[in-house]
C-alpha cells in the first residue's frame, strides 16, 4: 500500500492492482492540509501530521477502513513531518517550532505519548525541523534537517526518552 497526503485535509490510500494503482481509502480527521504521512514497520498503522498541529495515528482494519487510535498534541507550531523507526513502533514527527518529538505507545497499550522533545537545548535545530529519516538498518540513528541550515545526527543507546 501507498498513502499520500493532501492539502484537501486528507490522507489517500492506494494499491496496486493489475498493474495500476487504485485509491481503496480516503482517510479524513485533520482540520487542514496533512503535510506527511509514514507506514510503521508491520504496515498495521499510518501515521499523518498536519498544519493542524496534531499527529494521527490509525490502525488499518479489514477491508481498508481506518480508525483513529490517537490524537498526538505536543507541538505548538505546524507539524511538518512524521516517520517511523524502520525496525520499532517508534514515531518521530518535527515542526515549526523548531522541535522533535519522539512517541511511543504506553506499556498497557492503550494511548501514545512523547517521551522526549530533542530541541536547541540537546544540540538541535534553532528553526523549523523540515524532516526526520531514520538509518534504514534499524540502528537507532536519525537524521534531522531544518531551516537553521543545519543537519543534525542523532543517536540513542537506551531507550528512546535518553
Known amino acids: ?21 487504485e485509491c481503496v481509502a ?11 504521512c509514514s ?7 499510518l501515521a499523518t ?17 481506518f480508525e483513529c487510535v490517537a490524537v498526538l498534541n505536543g507541538h505548538v507550531q505546524d507539524v511538518k513531518c512524521v516517520q517511523w523507526h524502520p525496525t520499532e513502533d517508534v514515531l518521530v514527527s518535527s515542526s515549526y517550532d523548531d522541535t522533535i518529538k519522539v512517541w511511543e505507545e504506553d506499556a498497557n497499550g492503550d494511548d501514545w505519548s512523547c517521551t522526549n ?17 531514520f538509518e534504514p538498518s534499524g540502528e537507532r540513528r536519525m537524521a534531522t534537517c531544518s531551516d537553521d541550515r543545519k543537519i543534525c545526527v542523532w543517536t540513542t543507546k537506551g531507550t528512546w526518552s535518553d
Open 39 to 45: 507506514w510503521s514497520p508491520s504496515g498495521t498503522l
Open 1 to 21: 500500500m501507498l498513502a499520500t497526503c493532501s492539502f484537501d485535509a486528507s490522507c489517500a490510500v492506494w494499491t496496486q492492482r493489475g498493474g495500476d494503482w
Open 49 to 65: 501530521c498536519g498544519r493542524d498541529k496534531t499527529v494521527w495515528i490509525w490502525e488499518v482494519q479489514p477491508g481498508f477502513d
Open 117 to 133: 522533545t530533542l530541541t536547541e537545548k540537546e544540540g538541535g535545530h534553532v528553526s523549523t525541523v523540515w524532516s526526520v529519516g
Open 26 to 36: 480516503v482517510v479524513e480527521g485533520h482540520e487542514n492540509e496533512v503535510k506527511s
